[in-house]
């Protein structure tokens, strides 16, 4: 992640820095005390020198100014001058000067037994994604948690309680999620960079999970606008549409340089800039520490395998690569995803991907060491493979293709019957699923549905009525009205088979 600021978030606080506020006028109108003037003028407008001086002398009292006083007789200025945006607006950005400059004032401000809901109150006032109130407030309050999470295996600090936090957090996600579903760049990428720096610890990166409509998804719709992918296919609940364009993607081609070349200096499609799609990748990234936590949900939920093969054919940079296979070593070396991953990342054509990447002459060396990491343990994986076994991983996957055992009698004939009986019907019961999906966008899914069960009726005659139960013959009939002509004539020849039988 970037060491400055998003620039967005920069701009809007050295614009209110330079805005005068007339802090008598409010003194008088009663926005603020005379208190809380003396110490902001303590340290406004002073050398940064001064003002570490000043507030590491009164660490207490400017709390108090900030959060207000813990028997709650003092007012925060932040509640007093709620009625005076620009009052509010100026504050924020101090406060976050004024940690910036004394660190230790966000430990102190952490013993407040309520350290958040002074800032929380920003985020319910309005649902404008660019009200700078807000904005500057989650920026404030990110600081405030990073902190409290980063440190949270010490004794030897006074911390909010876990209970505090973890009731914090969702809210945090829930704001920064309008922010990275916005069509500004610029709001994408506060929303982005500030969910980094809080997913410090397991807990957070749990909660982050437990909540991934409002953190998981937003990012892999920029990933998707990214790798050129239709924003209504994957994590949908229906696998259809964008996942096809993405899955032809990642089984077909694997690189043109031509391609990676044209887009090194704005981004990979979708107007998606290179440090967004860094920063993105780096949220995914630090998620994926929890691999056997997510690794499962992020392929059911979004195809995350067959997405990061797209994208690492697109990579423009090494650091985009490099988190790329960071992140797929996390997720598919895990405990208890080696299994279930693997063959997904086979079908996907991920293998064909790394040999790809290796004419790149990358000279990162945590990019080669996750490169070659990734390539032995997929290696290791294929040379114990059957077809049999490459072809349930692709059923399992839920997105065929016609790839050689469909269109292989051999096949069929050795493992009709398997295909059946294996783990109660297993297979048979995701053909069904699949051939129950319209797949708009990728009509050859269907015919290739159609002619496996079309080749297990004829190859095992004595099982139709068991695959008939599952539904199989009612929606291969049905799909003989379908529009495409592949469809149709599948279709046909897979209703052939059981009427060849009813006749006999």
């Avoid at 500030?194 to 410090?200: K, N």
């Amino acid at each position: 992640m970037s060491a400055d600021p998003p620039a967005y978030l920069l701009s809007l606080q050295n614009n209110i820095r330079a805005r005068p506020i007339p802090w008598d006028g409010a003194v008088r109108a009663g926005h603020i005390s005379e208190a809380h003037l003396a110490k902001i003028r303590s340290a406004d407008k002073v050398r940064k020198e001064q003002r570490r001086r000043v507030v590491e002398e009164d660490l207490p009292g400017f709390r108090a100014l900030l959060l207000g006083g813990s028997d709650n007789n003092e007012k925060s200025v932040l509640v007093s001058a709620k009625k005076r945006p620009d009052v509010v607006q100026y504050m924020l950005v101090l406060t976050g000067d004024l940690i910036d400059g004394k660190p230790q004032l966000a430990h102190i401000l952490l013993e407040h037994p309520t350290p958040y809901d002074t800032f929380l109150q920003f985020f319910s006032k309005t649902s404008n994604a660019d009200d700078p109130i807000p904005l500057l407030a989650t920026a404030v309050l990110t600081s405030l948690l990073s902190i409290a999470l980063s440190s949270a295996a010490s004794s030897t600090t006074t911390r909010p309680s876990q209970e505090q936090i973890e009731k914090t957090l969702p809210k945090m996600y829930a704001y920064l999620a309008n922010l990275a579903r916005s069509t500004d760049g610029g709001l994408q990428d506060i929303g982005v960079q500030e969910y980094s720096a809080l997913l410090r610890n397991t807990r957070s990166r749990e909660l982050f999970w437990e909540h991934r409509e409002d953190t998981v998804k937003p990012m892999i719709d920029i990933l998707r606008s990214a790798a050129g992918v239709e924003k209504n296919g994957l994590g949908n609940g229906n696998g259809e549409d964008g996942a096809s364009t993405l899955w032809s993607g990642a089984a077909g081609s694997s690189s043109s340089s031509a391609t990676v070349r044209s887009v090194t200096d704005v981004g990979i499609a979708g107007g998606v800039g290179l440090q967004l799609l860094y920063h993105v990748l780096l949220v995914l990234w630090q998620l994926s520490f929890e691999g056997s936590l997510v690794g499962e949900g992020l392929e059911r939920e979004y195809e995350i395998i067959a997405l990061y093969s797209t994208l690492l054919r697109l990579s423009p940079k090494e650091k985009t690569t490099r988190l790329l296979l960071s992140t797929l070593t996390n997720l598919l070396g895990a405990s208890g995803n080696r299994s279930t991953l693997l063959p997904i990342a086979t079908v996907a054509r991920l293998p064909s991907v790394l040999q790809n990447l290796r004419g790149r002459h990358y000279t990162d060396p945590d990019l080669l060491e996750d490169l070659n990491g990734l390539d032995d343990l997929l290696s290791e994986y294929t040379r114990t493979q059957t077809t049999f076994d490459e072809y349930a991983a692709e059923v399992r996957a839920g997105h065929l293709r016609w790839s050689p055992p469909h269109r292989n009698p051999s096949f069929w004939h050795e493992n009709a019957r398997r295909i059946i009986e294996e783990n109660q019907n297993e297979l048979p019961k995701k053909l069904a699923e699949i051939l129950g999906k319209s797949w708009e966008a990728d009509k050859q899914v269907l015919a290739v549905a159609c002619n496996d069960v079309g080749c297990l009726v004829k190859e095992v005659p004595e099982m139709r009525a068991r695959l008939e139960k599952l539904g199989l013959k009612a929606r291969v009939m049905a799909l003989m009205a379908e529009r495409d002509d592949g469809v149709r004539w599948e279709s046909l020849r897979a209703l052939g088979e059981w009427l060849r039988y009813h006749f006999d």
